[in-house]
């Protein structure tokens, strides 16, 4: 690969202070420990907590950047005003019959932040329930977090996060007051209303993890809240959520691949929690509830891609499940919503999602669409009485729209089509679904978008996104943003690869423990399937992913660096061997399920080590790089990226450029508002422009 995007002079070289262990009876050697802050916890709630030197590391690195990319700033400048060009200004969302009223959210022009407010059921009376842009101007940042109205519609409990550290504080708002009443509760994750006066919410341990449960009164003091349960296992997250119609709270534990869920009826809030089926080994359920039944998504019984099952409330234990959509393999059935009539859910078969009911007939009926390739939400409405439920649909090409689907009659009515007020014609646009052929022949899906004039000869530029990891499947949707890069000439392609579920289960298994590299290979393989059917130029293939991307991208250039011409690391998870070695960080416990226990498993250890990004830095020839981090990020902390960096810098060998960006005041999602978040997507696009030499 070749790029005349170059080192500049002044680059940081981190100081060098090796620590070993041995671990399994290998001896592991880090020269960049010392950047990982004794006060981590202290430094997600406070950034400005972040030891000197540390901080002063990470500002050299942001410097530097600001160095490197100053000739890109016009073009920053140029990439944010396309972007907020297609964001219309003043928009609002479709108001939500819920009881006597009708929800809804709308944007003033300029604003970051929603306003949330209700009507009557004629769109009269209306009322202010939360103005977000009030609040958010009170703080650097600000993000809401759960905003649900008691069943009589009188409060409104509502959380926000004021660091970036995902530490949400809860608040109850009278409807149609502009003020809080009292404290409020800190560190709370999900809630859920059992009556107006009764509330169950999760709280946010040391570890930041929801582990323990909580029942409040309204009036009393949150001190006096009675814990109601708490998760022993540090694998099991908690979480609360309310029956659509309304008869049961439940109260869900559950790690990646496990679950198990308990009940009461909200009638009695006091009573105990009754247990639907112990957890066991691989066992994942979610429940929802249908009358005398609840109705149960789950993988029991080998059904690896899940199934529908129905049991008895009064006796809901697993002896007494029944089939309701049987088991198919390579159909996967993703999750179920329940009317008081109607049963609603989701599948996706071949990386292409369905939406299919049944009625009271028990006839299975599905809803069908056209294009190549798309994405599809299902939003049904909060009346548990009720014959209609609201889907969105999109495509590369395509603008979201909002429908209202009539159970009963087959009529969808197009509610909202999403404004793209600068223009934008779907015709312009090409949307393609390619297939990869991976290195044990595993066939992996490509949604490829480009523009019509963009020549299919091997000349294009291309922008490479995956994700590959925890099941989750990667949706072909409407993004606005893609489009300037598609604009200027770009292929953007999304790969499919092992680690999703869009093929089904056994997709994501064959990704997991040592079988993790099939993630990596098969985004290589997408890299060379772009190549060869001319969508891509091979020496201008950039790729891109965060998170758990991030390891995926971090893993792909090690084994492949002549393979991409640069790289876009957001927030990545590339220190993974020390991560899942710490049990004390708060996602590591829950991860073992996922790439296996390297602190029991020798076995493990050695899979992870081999292909920890970090681990396996090597000196030698890297693309351009962009490596983005929060300071207060509770999900990939900000070490790994820096770390990462900082190694990489000191062995490879080219002089092609590499940068950390650390976003000093937010965490994992970095800035929020609507229009803010622009300008880190500006950043990651001017990179991919500058490396491919498109600037303009």
Same mark, same amino acid.
């Given at each position: 690969m070749h790029s005349s995007f170059k080192r500049i002079g002044g680059e940081p070289v981190a100081d060098r202070k090796t620590i070993t262990r041995v671990v399994h009876g290998v001896t592991l050697s880090d020269d960049y420990n010392w950047l990982r802050a004794e006060n981590w916890q202290e430094a997600l709630r406070d950034p400005g907590s972040l030891p000197q030197p540390i901080k002063d590391y990470l500002e050299a690195e942001n410097a530097y950047f600001a160095r490197a990319m100053a000739d890109t700033a016009a073009l920053q400048e140029v990439l944010v005003a396309e972007m907020r060009g297609r964001i219309k200004e003043d928009d609002s969302s479709v108001p939500v019959p819920d009881g006597p009223y009708r929800y809804g959210w709308r944007y003033l022009e300029g604003a970051e932040h929603p306003v949330h407010f209700r009507t009557d059921l004629a769109d009269r009376n209306e009322q202010i329930l939360l103005d977000v842009p009030a609040e958010a101007a009170k703080h650097d940042y600000f993000q809401l977090g759960a905003a649900e109205m008691n069943p009589g519609h009188t409060l409104l409990a509502w959380s926000s996060d004021t660091s970036g550290s995902e530490y949400y504080r809860l608040k109850f708002r009278p409807a149609g007051s502009l003020e809080d009443t009292g404290e409020g509760i800190g560190d709370v994750g999900s809630l859920a209303w059992a009556d107006d006066e009764t509330l169950f919410y999760t709280r946010i341990d040391d570890n930041h993890r929801p582990s323990k449960v909580f029942r409040h009164t309204l009036g009393s003091n949150p001190a006096d809240d009675v814990l109601v349960y708490e998760e022993s296992d540090p694998r099991f997250y908690c979480g609360v959520g309310r029956s659509r119609s309304g008869a049961y709270i439940f109260l869900q534990t559950g790690m990646n691949d496990q679950q198990e869920v308990r009940f009461l009826p909200t009638a009695t809030p006091d009573a105990q929690w009754q247990v639907?089926?112990?957890?066991?080994?691989?066992?994942?359920?979610?429940?929802?509830?249908?009358?005398?039944?609840?109705?149960?998504?789950?993988?029991?019984?080998?059904?690896?891609?899940? !199934?529908?099952?129905?049991?008895?409330?009064?006796?809901?234990?697993?002896?007494?499940? +029944?089939?309701?959509?049987?088991?198919?393999?390579?159909? &996967?059935?993703?999750?179920?919503?329940?009317y008081r009539d109607w049963l609603i859910w989701m599948e996706r078969e071949n990386a292409l999602p369905r939406i299919c009911f049944m009625g009271p007939d028990g006839t299975v009926r599905s809803i069908a669409f056209e294009e190549e390739a798309y994405a599809l939400g299902v939003s049904p409405l909060p009346d548990y009485d009720n014959d209609v439920f609201r889907f969105i649909y999109s495509s590369p090409t395509t603008p979201s729209q909002t429908y209202d689907y009539d159970l +009963?009659? /087959?009529?969808?009515?197009?509610? !909202?089509?999403?404004?793209?007020?600068? /223009?934008?014609?779907?015709?312009?646009?090409?949307?393609?679904?390619?297939?990869?052929?991976?290195?044990?022949?595993?066939?992996?899906?490509?949604?490829?978008?480009?523009?019509?004039?963009?020549?299919?000869?091997? %000349?294009?530029?291309?922008?490479?996104?995956?994700?590959? %990891?925890?099941? &989750?499947? &990667?949706?072909?949707?409407?993004?606005?943003?893609?489009? %300037?890069?598609?604009?200027? /000439?770009?292929?953007?392609?999304?790969?499919?690869?092992?680690?999703?579920?869009?093929?089904?289960?056994?997709?994501y298994e064959a990704a997991k423990f040592g079988g993790k590299p099939n993630t990596f290979k098969d985004f290589i393989a997408a890299a060379q399937a772009l190549a060869e059917q001319g969508f891509a130029d091979r020496d201008r293939i950039i790729i891109q992913g965060g998170s758990a991307g991030g390891l995926l991208v971090g893993a792909a250039v090690n084994m492949a660096p002549d393979a991409f011409a640069g790289v876009i690391a957001d927030v990545p998870f590339v220190d993974m061997l020390n991560t899942i070695l710490d049990d004390s960080l708060p996602l590591t416990?829950?991860?073992?399920?996922?790439?296996?226990?390297?602190?029991?498993?020798?076995?493990?250890?050695?899979?992870?080590?081999?292909?920890?990004?970090?681990?396996?830095?090597?000196?030698?020839?890297?693309?351009? &790089?962009?490596?983005?981090?929060?300071?207060?990020?509770?999900?990939?902390?900000?070490?790994e990226p820096a770390k990462w960096v900082a190694k990489l810098r000191a062995l490879k060998t080219d002089d092609n450029i590499l940068m950390l960006r650390t976003n000093m005041t937010s965490g994992h999602f970095g800035k929020s508002g609507r229009f803010a978040a622009l300008e880190d997507a500006a950043r990651a696009q001017a990179f991919a422009l500058k490396v491919a030499g498109v600037i303009r």
């Open positions: 639907i089926e112990p957890r066991q080994e691989g066992l994942e359920y979610s429940v929802d509830h249908q009358g005398d039944r609840f109705v149960i998504h789950t993988n029991a019984g080998g059904a690896t891609d899940f !199934k529908l099952v129905e049991t008895p409330v009064c006796a809901p234990g697993m002896a007494n499940w +029944k089939d309701i959509i049987p088991h198919c393999e390579g159909r &996967m059935v993703l999750s179920v919503d329940a +009963k009659t /087959g009529e969808r009515t197009l509610l !909202k089509e999403q404004e793209v007020p600068s /223009g934008h014609d779907p015709h312009d646009y090409v949307t393609r679904r390619i297939t990869a052929v991976s290195h044990d022949g595993a066939q992996v899906p490509v949604t490829v978008l480009h523009h019509k004039d963009t020549p299919v000869d091997g %000349s294009a530029p291309c922008l490479l996104y995956g994700y590959g %990891s925890y099941g &989750m499947s &990667m949706p072909a949707g409407f993004n606005t943003n893609r489009l %300037s890069l598609v604009d200027r /000439g770009f292929v953007h392609a999304i790969a499919h690869i092992r680690g999703g579920q869009e093929k089904g289960r056994a997709w416990p829950g991860e073992w399920s996922q790439w296996g226990n390297p602190i029991e498993s020798e076995q493990a250890f050695a899979d992870i080590r081999a292909y920890s990004p970090y681990d396996n830095v090597g000196a030698g020839a890297y693309p351009p &790089m962009l490596v983005t981090a929060g300071v207060s990020d509770p999900r990939v902390t900000y070490w």
